[in-house]
């Protein structure tokens, strides 16, 4: 059975930092490219940053883009996720996804909660 597991939110104040873990278990974690999305209190799920299989191509939405840095640790199953000078509008659920490129294989995990306080 595949589960994502995230971890690392919380409650941070306006400039803060904080640091996202999503750890895999039941897949071959190295086929998967993995991303970060998030939902927004009231608004629809948003795609926050991408790493393909290998770690060596990232992406990023723009609102995060210069702010944020994923990364992978192909030998933990794990993806992190590196959040600096986090804004109130960063406040969100934040969730793991992994996705088996051309195949129906896409998994999510339960989201974590990250509060940006003003």
């Known amino acids: 059975q595949v589960q994502l597991v995230e971890s690392g939110g919380g409650l941070v104040q306006v400039g803060g930092s904080l640091r996202l873990s999503c750890a895999a278990s039941g897949l071959k974690f190295s086929n998967y490219a993995m991303g970060w999305f998030r939902r927004p209190p009231g608004k629809k799920r948003e795609f926050v940053a991408g790493i393909r299989w290998s770690g060596g191509s990232t992406s990023y939405s723009d609102s995060v883009k210069g702010r944020f840095t994923v990364s992978r640790d192909n030998a933990k199953n794990t993806v992190y996720l590196q959040m600096n000078s986090l804004q109130p509008e960063d406040t969100a659920i934040y969730y793991c996804?992994?996705?088996?490129?051309?195949?129906?294989?896409?998994?999510w995990g339960r989201g974590t909660q990250v509060t940006v306080s003003s």
């Open positions: 996804n992994a996705d088996l490129f051309r195949s129906p294989y896409n998994y």
